[in-house]
């Protein structure tokens, strides 16, 4: 075993595997810009060494795979109004999400744990997504005033049905039977079995057949039990349609219209407003490419707006779960004000080099 470390990443060679460990358990092992930057040196490395066939990324703590991105130090930036190093970190983060759904050889993630946002962008799009009975896996940056990004709005417009509209808008949790039925992951692996399942790679075992030797079934999905409604609900034609439906749905004793609507109604509304959009869009696109790209205009601009900053202080500065949307309804939002968050950058538009 070979490698040098870093003090947030640690990057080693392990028999024929190239080994990522996201090390920073105390913050959740949440991703730095210089994280995203290590991880995307190492794959590229990695791409052209015939002695690494298989990369493999996990992490430190049996808390959390990965809850995001450091968002206290882009608000930190946003508060200063230096909007250019966050614009870097998204523009270079989405060009690493890019990298892991292109790589030519197996990228095995394993999501023990809390997997949020920046860590949905480095795991679920691998060639081979691990899921254990420790995951909670969400998108849910539209209850801090953002929008799912890092290629989210490629994985939540390829869900079942109406199920990525669900999960987007609302930022819904869910455990490894949901994030398998959502197409956010592949396998079920206990916990416990990990270190074999990693270690049986790491010496040049079929990563297909390892993985079938040491996952299991999971429980049953109750984002599966919930696929009729979640239709039902999300299958409107606008936010405001949706929002309708499930308080016609949450009236007639549907718990979970209940708790989808308070989800919805908790986002931002901007917010909310832009993921069905960009979802709507997302749904014709034929890359992650060019959802990135959309997600890149939202994020570019979000530091120069009020919701991004108000939401993160309420979620993890002030920590009062209070934030002060503006607007502050979706009956308040307008198509101007959502094609004003995803409309052309010109000479910034975001592009994969």
């Given at each position: ?7 947030d ?12 460990r996201?090390?920073r ?24 060494d015939?002695?690494?066939e ?14 995001g991105g ?5 608000y ?30 197996p990228?095995?993630?394993?999501m023990?744990?809390i997997?949020m ?21 969400a ?29 987007g808008m ?25 270190d ?15 993985v079938?030797e ?5 429980p049953?999905?109750?984002?599966a ?35 989808a ?15 069905f ?26 530091l120069?707006g ?17 934030p ?16 004003t ?6 000479d910034?538009?975001?592009?994969p080099?």
């Amino acid at each position: 075993m070979t490698g040098t470390t870093e003090a947030d990443l640690l990057v080693w060679r392990e028999g024929v595997a190239g080994r990522l460990r996201l090390n920073r358990p105390q913050a959740l092992n949440a991703l730095t810009h210089d994280m995203a930057l290590g991880i995307e040196k190492a794959l590229l490395e990695w791409r052209d060494d015939d002695a690494v066939e298989i990369v493999i990324v996990d992490a430190s703590g049996d808390k959390a795979f990965c809850a995001g991105g450091d968002i206290q130090h882009l608000y930190a930036l946003g508060k200063a109004g230096d909007c250019d190093p966050a614009r870097r970190f998204w523009a270079e983060e989405y060009r690493l999400n890019a990298l892991i759904a292109n790589y030519p050889k197996p990228y095995v993630a394993i999501m023990d744990g809390i997997t949020m946002g920046g860590g949905v962008g480095i795991a679920a799009h691998g060639s081979h997504r691990i899921v254990t009975e420790r995951t909670m896996l969400a998108m849910p940056e539209v209850s801090i005033g953002f929008l799912p990004d890092v290629g989210g709005t490629w994985l939540l417009s390829h869900a079942p049905g109406k199920t990525g509209y669900y999960l987007g808008m609302t930022g819904a949790r869910m455990d490894a039977a949901d994030a398998i039925f959502a197409g956010f992951a592949d396998s079920y692996i206990e916990s416990g079995k990990l270190d074999a399942f990693t270690s049986r790679l790491a010496e040049g075992a079929d990563t297909d057949a390892a993985v079938a030797e040491f996952a299991s079934e999971p429980p049953a999905s109750k984002l599966a039990a919930a696929r009729t409604e979640i239709d039902d609900a999300f299958g409107g034609g606008s936010p405001l349609t949706i929002a309708a439906r499930l308080a016609v749905m949450a009236e007639a004793g549907s718990e979970w219209a209940a708790s989808a609507l308070k989800g919805l109604r908790r986002a931002a509304p901007l917010s909310a407003a832009s993921t069905f959009e960009a979802l709507r869009r997302a749904e014709g696109f034929t890359s992650i490419e060019q959802c990135l790209a959309l997600e890149y205009r939202f994020s570019h601009r979000v530091l120069e707006g009020h919701d991004f900053l108000e939401g993160v202080r309420a979620a993890v500065i002030d920590k009062d779960r209070n934030p002060q949307w503006k607007p502050k309804r979706l009956e308040d939002i307008t198509p101007d004000m959502v094609e004003t968050m995803l409309g052309p950058l010109g000479d910034a538009e975001w592009t994969p080099q």
